[in-house]
């Protein structure tokens, strides 16, 4: 029985290339996490579905995966135009809020639209704030070969490691330098691994170490909190492609610095064997911004009337390297499309259910909650209708196309070749992957009535009905009537529609 090698797109060669573990059998991933100084926009969001397929592909090829998102509760700076001010103090005072309340808060919305993607939860969240003291041991380690202090704090000097900046592929005068002038800074893209609090100012986080009161730098965060949990080297970190710039070729030189068994080696000493980035979510009316008032954030596309898992489809329906522009005329096709997918699955499980009661089925249903792997299918399902699986395997083993996977499981699920337990399986499977849920969907789930309506979802459908009635009468007249007061409130009613769309909430 085949199975495909698992090829991944690694930055830092720029090449395709076969996925190794570094433990037999393990898969230990490390995905960037937000920054809880606000809401997500769905563009953040697009780097944990991808980081998600990527776990769930892991899982369905038999690894045993142990993932880790972290959360950023402190030390992220803003961009150059606001000279660095750290994200979370900048909020907090704006709002005259405790910074430990705004970082619960957006943890937990944050966390909120993890579960409405069907993101599995990672084996640990890490916290930042929870690793101050190994933050400060980390940086105590390497401060003598490869930091220097300043004024405002401790930073790392970039030529005091090999390669720096390969994973960027920029030269040195790009980098941290791009955010902070700081005079004394021996290299432009030096960075602070501590700052300092100024003399006379308190910040609300701040904690003693070495090198004065203060707070962590961003990138000493990540590369503490990858190797505290998952240990040096580690299989794959992930994040957005903006990451690949500035905030990963930091992280790599301080994990050189720290692992130091070879230091001129950037492969063999970066902390991870694999970087994976996900390219970005683009949106032309600059309303990804959050600093634009109304920003994309997933629960604005579900107040639109739209279920999440359609976003979710319409990331999949991209690869996760190429631009994905969003638009809600695009959403609305593909929640079309996931409205399909869920009534031939609505179909399929009324199949199967119809033979298990009949005692015709050997088996009961397994268990879908941990997904199945590749080789469970293998043994489940007879070769002779293996095809459709190897092929779907091929496809997500080819650094996750998941839009040709999407493709097979379309034919999964019309194919007809296959006895229906053998289907269930494989679609079962497939589905564990690209985690649409499609199981535990129904199709009233995916009709959402947008926050603005103004008409009830009840009204509707009493008003549906007496126009059922009256076409059944053939009284022409009160249903043209009842369609047309329905439009006047938003409603659009959707006569013969293939995919079963009773009635439709226009934008
Ligand atoms: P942040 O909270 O700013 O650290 O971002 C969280 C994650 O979202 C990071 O991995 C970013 O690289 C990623 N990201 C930011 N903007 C976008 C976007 N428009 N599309 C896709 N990913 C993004
Ligand atoms: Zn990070």
Redesign the pocket.
Known sequence: MSQTPLKLFNSLTRQLEEFQPIHPGEARVY?????VYNY??I??M???VFADVLGRTLSFKGYKLTHVINI?DVG?LTDDADAGEDKMEKMAAARAQSIWDIARHYTEAYWADVKALNIRQPAKWTIATDYIDEMIRFAADIAAKHCYELDSGLYFDVSTVADYGRLARAQTEEGEGRIEAVEGKRNAADFAIWRKTPPGETRQMEWDSPWGRGAPGWHLECSVMSGAVLGFPFDIH??????REIHHPNEIAQNQAHCCTNGLDVAANSGANIWMH?????ERSGK?SKSAGEFLRLQLLIDKGYHPLAYRLMCLQAHYRSELEFSFAYLAGTLARLKRLVIQVERLKGRHAELVSASMSQHQPREREEGWTLKQVQGDVEPKHLGLIEAFDEQISQDLNTSNALVLLDEALSNKKVPIEEQVAIVAAMDAVLGLNLFDLARADLRIRPKAATITEAEIEAKLAARKEARAAKDFATSDALRDELAARGVEVMDGDPLGWDWKLGE
């Open positions: 995905s960037c996490g937000p920054t997500p926009h563009g953040n697009r780097a944990y950023t992220h992930t994040g957005g492609i903006d990451h996900n390219n970005f979510l683009v990804m």
